[in-house]
């Protein structure tokens, strides 16, 4: 039973540019959720992703953008980068509900902005 | 206010002792859910153990329970006869709101690093 899996590992870009990350939740569940965890602090949320549409959004800018497709799986976009938007981003699925609310995350992409 | 308060950045803990990690939290909804992660070195969070505000049991899994005082708001998690594999950083983190139609982020404490020591 594959757990959730995120490309890529580690990521280098340079202010400006733009960052796509991807996620798979695991296998049965339906809902992917985005958090954004900065060095020595706890993940921050940044949306969450049902049927396709954006459910719940935290406190980030519009140049954060996801989706989500019919398989379930999901894309974090980050636009215009800043050096602060350095951080591990972590993506966690949940699943369908009824079967409980609890969040499973993945390993994680490492996202440096130089 | 923050909504999650971990107040121990840092604990040591001598290898086969039980630890306590301490975890308070403040919302005015009367349903909400409790979670405690544990994040190892290589980044993933692992899910390790669930408190809903009705359950009258503390949670128990395994080497891990929950102890729950709801008038108190505190959630702290419990690992009995720790393990050099334990060591990492805990995170405690609480849903708003009832399950699947309240809010549907978690929000994280800043965590505990806890240390097992040999």
């Known amino acids: 039973d594959a757990g959730v899996t995120q490309s890529p590992t580690h990521l280098i870009k340079t202010r400006g540019q733009q960052v796509t990350l991807r996620c798979s939740p695991k296998?049965?569940?339906?809902?992917v959720s985005w958090y954004q965890q900065a060095l020595g602090q706890g993940p921050q949320f940044i949306f969450q992703y049902y049927e396709e549409e954006e459910r719940q959004r935290g406190n980030f800018p519009d140049r954060f953008s996801g989706h989500q497709f019919p398989n379930y799986s999901s894309e974090l976009n980050v636009n215009a980068l800043l050096l602060g938007d350095s951080a591990l981003y972590l993506c966690?699925?949940?699943?369908?509900?009824?079967?409980?609310?609890?969040?499973?995350f993945g390993p994680g992409t490492r996202l440096t902005v130089l | 206010a923050q909504k999650i308060t971990q107040t121990q950045p840092g604990m040591f803990v001598q290898e086969k002792e039980a630890v306590t990690l301490d975890c308070t939290y403040d919302t005015s909804d009367q349903s909400y859910g409790l979670f405690w992660y544990k994040q190892p070195s290589s980044g993933e969070m692992i899910f390790l153990i669930y408190q809903g505000s009705y359950d009258e049991q503390n949670a128990t899994e395994g080497r891990y329970s929950l102890n729950f005082q709801k008038a108190r708001k505190s959630a702290n998690l419990v690992i009995s006869a720790s393990q050099l594999g334990d060591s990492a950083m805990y995170f405690c983190?609480?849903?708003?709101?009832?399950?699947?139609?309240?809010?549907?982020?978690?929000?994280f404490g800043k965590g505990t690093k806890l240390s097992v020591i040999p």
């Open positions: 296998s049965g569940h339906d809902t």
């Open positions: 983190a609480m849903r708003e709101g009832p399950s699947g139609a309240g809010s549907y982020q978690l929000t």
């Open positions: 966690a699925s949940s699943p369908p509900v009824g079967r409980g609310d609890t969040q499973y």
